[in-house]
């Protein structure tokens, strides 16, 4: 069982910064790649930035040099660092892994960027 639970969403204005995290509460305790997707209102999912186990990065190209995610396998916390924010960077973040061919995501946390 995988439980991860994401934090930190909120408003801000156009370049502000945010940063989201995602907790790995479960049981099963190991370093699996994660994920950070963001679905923009009216819009699909689509992946913002993942982070392999051994730590290796990419990102959508619309948020290179202002994102960047990273992990602390110590706590099972993924982070979403979001800097030089935009109002297209508005929407839900989810936090996601895949565990044994099995989808896991979290409840989503809402990011509105406005002035």
């Known amino acids: 069982q995988v439980q991860l639970v994401e934090s930190g969403g909120g408003l801000v204005q156009p370049g502000g910064s945010l940063r989201l995290s995602c907790a790995d509460s479960?049981?099963?305790?190991?370093?699996?790649?994660m994920g950070w997707f963001q679905q923009a209102p009216g819009k699909q999912r689509e992946l913002v930035a993942a982070?392999?186990?051994?730590?290796?990065?990419n990102y959508a190209d619309s948020v290179k040099g202002r994102f960047t995610i990273s992990r602390d396998n110590t706590n099972n916390t993924v982070y979403l660092q979001m800097n030089s924010l935009k109002p297209e960077d508005t929407g839900v973040y989810y936090c996601?892994?895949?565990?044994?061919?099995?989808?896991?995501w979290g409840q989503g946390t809402p990011v509105t960027v406005s002035s």
């Open positions: 479960g049981p099963i305790k190991s370093i699996k790649p």
């Open positions: 996601y892994t895949a565990v044994h061919g099995y989808d896991y």
């Open positions: 982070i392999s186990s051994g730590g290796s990065t």
